[in-house]
Nanobody
């Protein structure tokens, strides 16, 4: 019903920046909450940031607060993750997610649709 495609990942040096994008498609799309999660090799998937349907309600993981910015535009069908002051610890596959309920949450199982992920690698 809803397909999400991430883009913008790549290799960057510590202290640099990247901007991830997530576009949605499909016959049905609900302007609900969207979020970013990430998973490093050998680690469990962790919450990064989430945004509500209006783009005003936002929550961040403590580890990225002040460095990352989540936003959405384009009729709420596209979500971005601006990542600044990147650290090697930020290296992971980043996943875009969506849920119909327009309230952000850090609970992984609250989201219904997932993108394929985009690799972000931060070198020292």
């Amino acid at each position: 019903q809803v397909q999400l495609v991430e883009s913008g990942g790549g290799l960057v040096q510590a202290g640099g920046s990247l901007k991830l994008s997530c576009t949605t498609s499909g016959r049905t799309f609900y302007p609900g909450a969207m979020a970013w999660f990430r998973q490093a090799p050998g680690k469990e998937r962790d919450f990064v940031a989430a945004i509500d349907s209006s783009g005003l309600g936002i929550i961040y993981a403590t580890s990225v607060k002040g460095r990352f910015t989540i936003s959405r535009e384009g009729g709420e069908s596209t979500v971005y993750l601006q990542m600044n002051s990147l650290k090697p610890e930020d290296t992971a596959v980043y996943y875009c997610t969506h849920r119909k309920i327009p309230i952000p949450t850090m609970a992984q199982n609250a989201y219904d649709y997932w993108g394929q992920g985009t690799q972000v690698t931060v070198s020292s």
